[in-house]
Nanobody
Framework: QVQLVESGGGSVQAGGSLRLSCEVS????????MYWFRQTPGKEREGIAS????????FYTDSVKGRFTISQDNAGNTVYLQMNNLNPEDTAMYFC?????????????????????WGQGTQVTVSS
């Protein structure tokens, strides 16, 4: 059973930085895509970054490109989201998600319904 546990959320002023972590357990092989989604009340979850464990290929949506960086530790057991130059529009609940993938190209697909596992979420609040 795959488990995802996020940590690292909090409150920060505009222009600040936070790093989120997602610990992955229960799936040791490389054929997995890891994602970060975020959600604000009344809106659908938005996929913002992804990484394919096997090759560490990374992808971003335009809303965070250049400000956020997704990475993983050497074993691929922890996935990080470094968030820089945060603005109030980044305020959301952030979720780690995962699905089985056989190629890095699948990591480009952010459809939330395709995700097989979700973490519990961690709140990020950015004040102006």
């Amino acid at each position: 059973q795959v488990q995802l546990v996020e940590s690292g959320g909090g409150s920060v002023q505009a222009g600040g930085s936070l790093r989120l972590s997602c610990e992955v357990s229960g799936y040791a092989v490389s054929s997995i895509c890891m994602y970060w989604f975020r959600q604000t009340p009344g809106k659908e979850r938005e996929g913002i970054a992804s990484i394919y464990r096997g090759t560490a290929d990374k992808f971003y949506t335009d809303s965070v490109k250049g400000r956020f960086t997704i990475s993983q530790d050497n074993a691929g057991n922890t996935v990080y989201l470094q968030m820089n130059n945060l603005n109030p529009e980044d305020t959301a609940m952030y979720f780690c998600a995962a699905r089985i993938c056989t190629s890095s190209s699948q990591a480009r697909v952010y459809t939330s319904q395709l995700m097989q596992w979700w973490g519990q979420g961690t709140q990020v609040t950015v004040s102006s």
